[in-house]
């Protein structure tokens, strides 16, 4: 029997970006997406590398056309490039049959910064604003930074540190601020509070707001990842970050701030349970409520990103989002490529059911 086109063998693309070199040299055994190869191989699904640039869509799209799910590891911006033509070849493929993940309907609901404006009624949420414009932004933040202390702007969509900043007023005066970029290696910059609120006029434009939360002071303590597949916790990474961090010294001898190694831990770790508890029995379900997405649109691995808010009344740990990833969740833990494979399994055969009915 012809195995390509049995009804029982099912085939998948890892899609991810890069130019012609790495698509003509692209394999399962030299990608970084080895792991998750080898358990979609273990599950029965066949996953074939493709790899996507502008330059050679249509290629890409006969591909992707010919697969049953397609999995997307593809940054919001990568070098200059954005994924404003891949989003809509995307849609156009699942319009065609095959499942893909994460859809970007989806991502534009839960993997942008406007989710933490969205949810900030949830237990994770926080002192969180919303600008739509920049006249808005321009006549409203200047009060909220004076009244309540450091604030963290973000543009909606971007990753690695990409349009994000601290930003705080400098002392006796209302019209100065020290701003600092989570981009690594950025230093912190005095400047006029007017130029940098013209400096982020442009993250209106693709990313069509911004959103602004209140600085959180246990920063230090460290940053935890919750990797979720769908609905289920798939494992944490617990990081002490340098981003927003001050670097220990000044000048142009000052070593360059690096980020610290992320620990990874499996979905049993004893240490997160009571975050797991409150991801899976609350805060899932009530961001699928809130966004109006259901359980099998949910990305096959995505993760949200906590910071250590004040503690409760019993000296407890709060935890408080700064951040959800749904278009490109890498690296991930040692347990998750196994996760990822019996959700893109179960996803697929519910595609399929659908189809034929």
């Known amino acids: 029997m012809d195995t390509e086109h049995s009804p029982h063998h099912k085939t998948v693309a ?8 790495a698509r003509r040299d692209a394999t399962p055994q030299n990608s970084r997406f080895i792991r998750v190869f080898e358990a979609l191989s273990a599950v029965g699904i066949e996953a074939r ?7 050679f869509a249509d290629a890409v799209r006969n591909e992707l056309l010919a697969v049953d799910g397609v999995l997307v590891w593809v940054d919001p911006i990568h070098q200059g490039k954005t994924r404003s033509a891949l989003d809509p070849l995307l849609r156009e493929i699942a319009a065609q049959g095959p499942w893909v993940s994460a859809d970007p309907d989806i991502i534009l609901k839960m993997g942008v910064k406007e989710v933490l404006y969205r949810t900030r009624h949830l237990g994770w949420g926080g002192d969180t604003h919303r600008y739509d414009s920049a006249d808005a932004f321009r006549i ?7 009244a309540g202390g450091p604030r963290v702007i973000k543009q909606n ?3 690695g540190g990409q349009g994000v ?5 400098l002392p006796d005066t209302d019209t100065e601020v020290r701003v600092l970029h989570a981009l690594r290696g950025s230093r912190p910059e005095e400047m006029p509070l007017d130029s940098f609120i013209a400096r982020c006029e442009s993250y209106f434009g693709w990313g069509g707001c911004i959103i602004d939360q209140a600085f959180q002071p246990r920063l230090p303590e460290g940053m935890i990842r919750c990797y979720m597949s769908g609905s289920k916790v798939a494992g944490f990474g617990h990081q002490l970050i340098k981003a927003l961090m001050p670097p220990p010294a000044e000048g142009p001898d000052a070593p360059e701030a690096q980020p ?4 990874m831990h499996g979905p049993d770790a004893s240490l997160f349970q009571t975050l797991r508890r ?9 961001l699928m409520e809130t966004l109006d997405i259901d359980e099998a649109s949910l990305p096959v691995i995505w993760d949200a990103d906590f910071l250590y808010g004040p503690r409760d009344s019993a000296g407890a740990d709060t935890h408080v989002l700064c951040e959800i990833n749904a278009s490109s969740c890498f690296a991930i833990p040692d347990e998750a490529p196994a996760a990822i494979a019996r959700t893109v399994k179960d996803r697929i055969l519910q595609n399929q059911r659908a189809g034929s009915g």
């Open 140 to 146: 409203e933040f200047p009060s909220r930074l004076r």
């Open 260 to 263: 610290g190694s992320r620990m």
């Open 157 to 159: 969509r971007g990753n």
């Open 165 to 169: 900043w601290k930003v705080e007023a």
């Open 278 to 286: 409150s991801m899976e029995d609350k805060w899932t379900p009530q």
């Open 49 to 55: 590398p493709v790899v996507y640039d502008e330059a």
């Open 14 to 21: 890892i899609l991810s970006r890069g130019d012609a070199t």
